[in-house]
């Protein structure tokens, strides 16, 4: 039976279909909230939503969309807030990244991930956030990764995404702090998702042994989000670590991300980097 502390709220979930996305939107329902699950995948949205109507009886939406399209976040709010269904609680999930040197990468590859893992979360978030002022009441969550407060090479783009989003959640958060909405930035380290392969992560062995499950990552982020916390790394030992962090000499920062996360194959060495598109 569902726990009715959400009962009446409507969450929207991005990057629903698997991962730390598919558990938090499973845990909100059982907190009694109504869903709208978004991915590209419809197929695994739709088998989620049936397993969350059975299990809760909520309602489930499902909006299949692809968040690297620049019309994606306006689709999303016509389809719900537009169409007269209030989100009373944002789950910005998704996201990309790629795993390699930035010289010998495309730029074809790099875009994707800075419109998914900002523009389309900025863009989501300005056209939903004032809803939720003028009801007085509502929730952010903008999900990041522990890269966002250190350089970490190969990864370098995708770090510099999340460190905006840490900035820009927890600037928005003071900023709407007489409203009745709030928002978190949640900072996972490494966790056991598909994001892993589909970006070509490579990690040491003493790195994979850290790694936290989906679920518990995701229980995390839903109880501190409840508890009205502006940022939260998940998990003792990841928040330790960049904790300490304030007393090691910033130049060293990419070393020691670099050192943690496995580099990648230098390539500089082998191969030349693509011609600049245009």
């Known amino acids: ?3 009715e502390r959400l009962a009446g709220q409507r969450a929207l979930v991005t990057g629903a279909s698997s991962g730390i996305g598919r558990e938090i939107a499973k845990i909100l329902a059982g907190h009694g909230a109504d869903l709208v699950l978004v991915a590209r995948r419809e197929e695994r949205l739709r088998e989620l939503a049936d397993e969350l109507r059975a299990a809760h009886g909520i ?9 690297s399209r ?3 976040p306006a689709a999303l709010f016509a389809a719900t807030e537009g169409a007269g269904v209030a989100i009373d609680i944002l789950i910005n999930n998704a996201g990309l990244g790629v795993y390699e040197d930035f010289a010998w990468v495309e730029w074809e590859r790099w875009a994707p991930v800075i419109q998914v ?10 056209r939903f956030v004032p809803r939720m002022v003028t009801r007085g009441r509502g929730r952010v969550m903008n999900v990041g990764s522990i890269s966002a407060f250190l350089p970490t090479p190969n990864f370098a783009v995708y770090g510099s995404t999340k460190a905006y989003l840490l900035t820009f959640s927890e600037a928005l958060d003071y900023e709407l702090r007489r409203t009745g909405v709030r ?9 056991w998702t598909e994001f892993m392969d589909h970006a070509n992560q490579k990690m040491k062995p003493m790195a994979r042994m850290a790694m936290m499950s989906a679920e518990r990552c995701a229980a995390i982020a839903v109880k501190k989000m409840l508890r009205g916390r502006r940022t939260v790394v998940t998990g003792f030992w990841n928040a330790l670590g960049m904790w300490l962090l304030r007393f090691v000499p910033r130049a060293l920062y990419p070393r020691l991300a670099g050192i943690s996360m496995g580099m990648a ?3 500089a060495s082998v191969a030349a980097p693509p011609a600049a598109s245009g």
């Open 1 to 3: 039976m569902a726990n």
């Open 59 to 67: 309602e489930v939406r499902v909006e299949a969309a692809d968040l």
């Open 70 to 72: 620049p019309e994606a």
């Open 117 to 126: 893992n900002v523009t389309a979360v900025t863009e989501l978030c300005h």
């Open 183 to 191: 928002v978190i930035g949640v900072h996972p380290g490494g966790t």
């Open 265 to 267: 194959v230098e390539k």
